[in-house]
């Protein structure tokens, strides 16, 4: 089936950085890749929908200055926490949806778990 | 808003002991529903859906059945396996919602002993 790989599994950064994540789809390519987190013992939420070629959909409540999203390419997104604090320690995970309208299938990432100290 | 509830794990079991995982939505109209599962290491997969009321799911001897009375959606299987060992999510879409409409529960997980 198909593949969407998420790194870095896991990060370790100090308050006031910035931390990447990266999202590739590896054997297909994606126009929509969707940003989701999760903080412990709540749901998993949607933050972001990424186009391809265009700006990011933001959820209601997602600063969109501090979670910065590209999608540069069709088989790229990254998602940058900026300047990150102790409250963004999160359970990060991605998605991508494969194939034409009527027949789209989605794809998840194996998630990063972001530690900001 | 629409929302999905599921049991707090883990949930701790002996191999080829029957599993039941509870899943309870709130939601406007008739949504889809669905379980999604997530390995050890890898992303979340679809397990089962079904998308309207009486309607069971049913994979790899999991199985779900849309109960809209009591607006819940109950995993099961008869027998598990060490492998079954995962995070299991309940999810739902709206009609028409698509993938940018899915809401999701916590995640349960599943320990299975040998």
């Known amino acids: 089936g198909a593949v969407v790989s998420q790194h870095p599994s896991w990060v370790i950064c100090k308050s006031g950085t910035s931390v990447k994540i990266e999202c590739r789809s590896l054997?297909?390519?994606?126009?929509?890749m969707f940003w989701y987190r999760q903080f412990p013992k709540q749901s998993l939420m949607l933050m972001a929908t990424?186009?391809?070629?265009?700006?990011?959909?933001?959820e209601q409540g997602v600063e969109k200055d501090k979670f910065l999203i590209n999608h540069a390419s069709l088989t790229l997104s990254t998602l940058t926490v900026t300047s990150a604090h102790p409250e963004d320690s999160s359970f990060y995970i991605c998605?991508?949806?494969?194939?034409?309208?009527?027949?789209?299938?989605?794809?998840f990432g194996s998630g990063t778990q972001l530690s900001v100290l | 808003g629409d929302s999905v509830t599921q049991m707090e794990g883990p949930v701790t079991l002996s191999e080829e002991a029957f599993l039941t995982i509870n899943c309870t939505y709130t939601?406007?109209?008739?949504?889809?529903l669905f379980w999604y599962v997530q390995y050890p290491g890898e992303g979340l997969q679809l397990l089962l859906k079904?998308?309207?009321?009486?309607d069971k799911g049913s994979n790899k001897g999991f199985e779900a059945t849309y109960r809209k009375e009591t607006t819940s959606f109950h995993l099961e299987k008869g027998s598990v396996q060490v492998s079954d060992s995962a995070v299991y999510f309940c999810?739902?879409?709206?009609?028409?919602?698509?993938?940018?409409?899915?809401?999701f529960g916590t995640g349960t997980r599943l320990l299975v002993s040998p």
């Open positions: 998605s991508a949806i494969k194939g034409l309208r009527g027949s789209e299938k989605l794809f």
């Open positions: 054997d297909f390519q994606a126009t929509t």
């Open positions: 990424s186009n391809e070629g265009s700006k990011a959909t933001y």
């Open positions: 939601a406007t109209g008739y949504p889809s």
């Open positions: 079904a998308t309207k009321a009486d």
């Open positions: 999810a739902l879409s709206p009609p028409l919602g698509g993938f940018q409409k899915l809401v």
